[in-house]
């Protein structure tokens, strides 16, 4: 199972959001709403929810972080909706159903009273505040699901690509999950023309590159051979920064993600990357 980041959730992208609310088992008609209806504890953990996510709404009076809250409600109520995927599961994987959707309600509970997604972009915000900012700084979360045992153990995953900018410099991450395993992209672009053009690309993880990200910490022998790919070509697996349909902010990605040393040598340095570490491309974009 390949799960790109790049897949774009139009329904959830929209100009203005509406607050969602608990499940009206008068109208269930998917599967999962059924079985919440059906099930008295599930039901009631749903309500709870629902109350926690209006209230932690009716005090959170940022116009960004407000519409932040209600998309990211939004699709973590959409990938519930899909029900429990055991898609690449542990053999022997039969935890009830009921079980899987009773936890993972109460997980988003705690994330919601616990005014998590808050302080989550509040940390977002102070990291991009050291930046000139832009039309192409933002997120782009598309992936968003409950990997099952051995990987997650139900637990809810967004990957994504975000991008900062300062000038006309942009540096994007972005993960993704191939097979049970999680791999990063990194890319450097320059704005030209009101187009972002990559200039250099790199990963790590599981992503079977032949252009390992350079680390401060990589061995002899690792250092002979990561590098930063010069010029490369855009394709889908590049997170390639657009002016369009970004999130500001996004509750459900680590701030850690925009704060690697990487990425802030990358917004601030003269050049990057550093000449030593980069290698011409093969084949240059046009």
């Not at 832009?134 to 809810?156: D, I, K, L, Q, V």
């Not at 590098?227 to 902010?249: Q, R, V």
């Not at 993600?257 to 990057?272: K, V």
């Amino acid at each position: 199972m390949k799960l790109s980041v790049f897949l774009v959730l139009g329904a959830l992208v929209v100009a203005r959001a509406s607050p969602v609310h608990a499940i009206d088992c008068g109208k269930a008609s998917l599967p999962v709403e059924k079985l919440l209806c059906a099930t008295p504890e599930l039901k009631k953990a749903d309500q709870a929810m629902s109350a926690a996510y209006f209230k932690l709404l009716g005090e959170t009076v940022d116009p960004d972080f407000h519409e932040a809250l209600i998309r990211s409600q939004r699709r973590w109520l959409e990938a519930r909706s899909r029900g429990v995927d055991r898609f690449g599961a542990a053999e022997g994987e039969q935890t009830d159903d009921r079980k899987v959707l009773l936890n993972l309600t109460r997980d988003r509970l705690t994330f919601l009273q616990t005014a998590a997604p808050v302080r989550t972009m509040e940390q977002q915000r102070k990291i991009a505040a050291r930046d000139s900012g832009g039309s192409f700084a933002g997120y782009e979360t598309s992936s968003c699901f409950f990997p099952p045992p051995p990987y997650g153990n139900w637990g809810y995953v967004c990957l994504g690509a975000a991008h900062r900018q300062n000038n006309d410099r942009v540096c994007s991450i972005a993960t993704e999950w191939a097979s049970g395993r999680t791999s990063e992209s990194r890319l450097v672009s320059v704005l030209k023309n009101g187009e972002a053009k990559p200039v250099a690309s790199c990963s790590t993880g599981y992503t079977g590159t032949s252009e390992q990200c350079p680390e401060p910490d990589d061995d002899a022998n690792t250092k002979a051979l990561a590098h930063w790919k010069l010029n490369p070509e855009p394709s889908n697996d590049l997170p390639l920064p657009h002016a369009t349909g970004l999130w500001k902010y996004d509750p459900d990605i680590d701030p850690m993600m925009i704060d690697e040393s990487w990425m802030h040598d990358c917004l601030f340095a003269s050049t990057y990357p550093p000449p030593e570490v980069g290698r011409p491309n093969s084949a240059p974009a046009r």
